[in-house]
């Protein structure tokens, strides 16, 4: 797949969202957890039941691959089972990349996930952009082959703003790293965007207006819909005239909507598709897509 059937997938869904499997053990359903023999197996069985509840329902979803290793080696087994679950069930995914801190690392990461043995089947990698360009360039090569990149600009969490709103001569930090991917943008698709793409803060809307303005051709993973500081509104600055070119994730307002619910978790995915269904809303209130 790439940023365009990502894009179409929206398009048809009318939801431009991404759930997030990145969950802590602690927040899986105590049924779950007493009816399996590891956390490994529960964790697993979680994601498959959620991914096969909202198949057709949300459009893409973004795993985090330290959750998983966390585990131990049946986390990293489950990675595996749940990518390629997610594959088969439709979705578009996006892998969070392992910590990455050289260039080596880089390219044997590159070619372990984007590989055609690869045990990681994924459609996009989420890099960061704070270690410099020789780290995530080193996945560049493979947007050639279908697959594509989102690059961390800026992120949700409360202290982003201590580095990457800095100012950098004229500007902050976080666009100086914007500056720097999109000169690597390469051919836009049919969608209009790269398979070059950013992470950006779902609650930073001035950010997300100049991103929007600044870089047209770079689709916006909107990073944190379900922190308290964020917002649909905020969102919408992210997507062009035509509702397009950008989706925002959400992980616990989704995966924990049974113990907001204060449910005993049997219910989860009646409830997890609830949450899903108002984040759709919510986000179409204020963004029409065409």
């Known amino acids: 797949m790439s940023v365009d059937v990502l894009q179409e997938k929206i398009r048809k869904m009318k939801n431009p969202s991404v759930l997030e499997l990145g969950l802590a053990v602690s927040d899986l359903p105590p049924h779950i957890l007493a009816e399996c023999a590891s956390e490994a197996a529960a964790y697993s069985r979680f994601c498959r039941e959620l991914l096969e509840g909202l198949k057709g329902k949300v459009p893409a979803v973004r795993v985090s691959f330290s959750a998983f290793a966390l585990l131990g080696s049946q986390g990293i087994e489950a990675l595996s089972d749940t990518l390629k679950a997610a594959a088969a069930l439709g979705y578009y995914v996006v892998l969070e990349a392992p910590e990455i801190l050289s260039t080596g690392a880089a ?3 590159a070619q372990a996930i984007f590989g055609e043995t690869s045990h990681f089947p994924c459609d996009g990698l989420l890099v960061t952009g704070y270690l410099g360009s020789d780290i995530w360039k080193a996945f560049v090569p ?27 001569g004229s500007r902050l930090v976080h666009m100086a790293a914007a500056d720097q991917v999109s000169r690597y943008g390469g051919t836009p698709g049919k969608s209009g965007y790269t398979a070059l793409g950013l992470l950006a803060a779902a609650s930073a809307a001035q950010s997300l207006k100049a991103l929007r303005t600044r870089y ?19 969102c919408s600055y992210a997507f062009d005239q035509f509702g397009h070119g950008a989706a925002a994730c959400a992980g616990t307002s989704i995966t924990c909507a049974w113990k907001q619910a204060e449910s005993d978790g049997t219910d989860y995915l009646d409830q997890a598709a609830a949450a899903a269904d108002r984040m759709r809303r919510n986000l179409t209130r204020y963004v029409t897509i065409l």
């Open 142 to 168: 493979y947007c050639d082959m279908g697959k594509d990149v989102f690059v961390v600009a800026r992120t949700a969490n409360r202290s982003a703003p201590e580095l990457q709103d800095l100012l950098t």
């Open 216 to 234: 047209p051709r770079l689709f916006l993973l909107l990073d944190g819909f379900d922190y308290p500081n964020a917002n649909a509104k905020n």
């Open 107 to 109: 390219r044997r990461t």
